[in-house]
């Protein structure tokens, strides 16, 4: 396990050496960016086993990005906080998040081989800087906002979106058992009706389009004081077959300085059962500049949901359990 010192250490050093191979280097063959997110959260959550207050380093997210010849770009992340070793649901401790070598055959196609997160629900891609709450969706992490290895083959336009990924599926950091991969395709078009985005994806494990899959479609209209997103996603196993919607609603005001949300969300993870997993959200964000530096208060009623330490899960037993979650978290992206 990578200690939190020994990161922070890693990150001074490389920070030191881009400075020095931006020094010389010629501008016009490489460049270099760092960016990153530092949240804090303080949390009473007692939808976990054990109810506790507790505060949290949910986010230490390093990005070092840049060029080093025409028509190519490479991206490295970490996460330091993953080194603090909370189990969440997605049970991903790992420092080293993404890594990605890109080439443009064209200024609109562009091929990519490395980590990444694989192409599937609208909030799970979204950057974490412009979370409109504290922690994404349950069904944005359960179907998607997960890191994969493989390569991805995308086209871009100022309209619209398509792209395909083929990977290893499963885990990051982890290779891969089965010869067998995991197929996603993705589309994404702008409609003219102005700030109304519509996307659909289908993710198939093993490349079995049928018995095994995510299908899943969402919309997000965003106008200058409101935005509505939605997103819905079948799944379906050779055992079982389920599904999951959340829509949210955020209300600008005083000149985008404010803006409450409120999410509902619900999970039904076998349609033959009588369970459902939901929950209601309330939050508020306080923008000091948007969205970089915000903070952000959340309240969550939640039912059949389990979690642990502010992430939570849906239950795979129909307990009728109601729980309550509250978020106070304070980032700062650069």
């Given amino acids: 396990m990578v200690s939190l010192p020994r990161f922070f250490l890693a990150v001074l050093l490389l920070t030191a050496f881009s400075a020095k191979i931006s020094l010389a280097?010629?501008?016009?063959?490489?460049?270099?960016?760092?960016?990153?997110?530092?949240?804090?959260?303080?949390?009473?959550?007692?939808?976990a086993a054990t109810s506790k207050a507790n505060f949290r380093v949910r986010r230490a997210e390093l990005k070092v990005s840049g060029s080093v010849a025409e028509n190519t770009r490479f991206s490295l992340m970490?996460?330091?906080?993953?080194?603090?070793?909370?189990t969440d649901?997605?049970?991903?401790?790992?420092?080293?998040?993404?890594?990605?070598?890109?080439?443009?055959?064209?200024?609109?196609?562009?091929?990519?081989?490395?980590?990444?997160?694989?192409?599937?629900?609208?909030?799970?891609?979204?950057?974490?800087?412009?979370?409109?709450?504290?922690?994404?969706?349950?069904?944005?992490?359960k179907f998607g906002d997960k890191r994969k290895q493989g390569a991805q083959l995308h086209y871009r336009s100022p309209d619209w979106q398509l792209g395909a990924m083929i990977s290893n599926g499963g885990e990051p950091?982890?290779?891969?058992?089965?010869?067998?991969?995991?197929?996603?395709?993705?589309?994404?078009?702008?409609?003219?009706?102005?700030?109304l985005q519509l996307a659909a994806f289908i993710q198939a494990r093993d490349t079995r389009m049928v018995k095994d899959r995510d299908i899943g479609t969402s919309l997000r209209l965003s106008q200058k004081n409101f935005l509505i997103r939605g997103e819905f996603v079948t799944t379906r196993t050779e055992e079982r077959h389920g599904e999951g919607w959340a829509a949210d609603l955020g209300?600008?005001?005083?000149?985008?300085?404010?803006?409450?949300?409120?999410?509902?969300?619900?999970?039904?993870?076998?349609?033959?059962?009588?369970?459902?997993?939901?929950?209601?959200?309330?939050?508020?964000?306080?923008?000091?500049?948007?969205?970089?530096?915000k903070f952000q208060l959340s309240y969550s009623l939640l039912t059949n949901f389990l979690g642990n330490n502010g992430s939570y899960e849906e239950s795979t037993a129909t307990l009728a359990r109601k729980t309550q979650l509250l978020i106070a978290a304070y980032s700062m992206a650069f």
Avoid: C, H
């Fill in 251 to 293: 209300y600008r005001l005083y000149d985008e300085k404010l803006m409450p949300v409120v999410r509902y969300e619900e999970i039904r993870t076998d349609l033959n059962t009588d369970l459902v997993s939901r929950g209601w959200t309330l939050g508020m964000n306080a923008y000091i500049k948007n969205p970089q530096v």
């Fill in 78 to 86: 970490m996460d330091g906080a993953k080194s603090l070793n909370f």
């Fill in 173 to 195: 950091n982890t290779n891969d058992a089965s010869t067998a991969k995991e197929l996603a395709l993705r589309a994404q078009a702008e409609t003219p009706v102005p700030g």
């Fill in 89 to 141: 649901s997605t049970k991903d401790s790992k420092v080293l998040q993404e890594v990605g070598i890109g080439y443009s055959f064209t200024p609109a196609l562009e091929f990519v081989v490395g980590q990444f997160k694989g192409l599937s629900t609208t909030e799970g891609l979204d950057s974490s800087t412009e979370l409109l709450l504290p922690e994404r969706s349950r069904v944005a992490r």
């Fill in 25 to 47: 280097s010629e501008p016009s063959q490489t460049s270099l960016k760092v960016s990153g997110l530092l949240q804090g959260w303080f949390l009473n959550d007692n939808s």
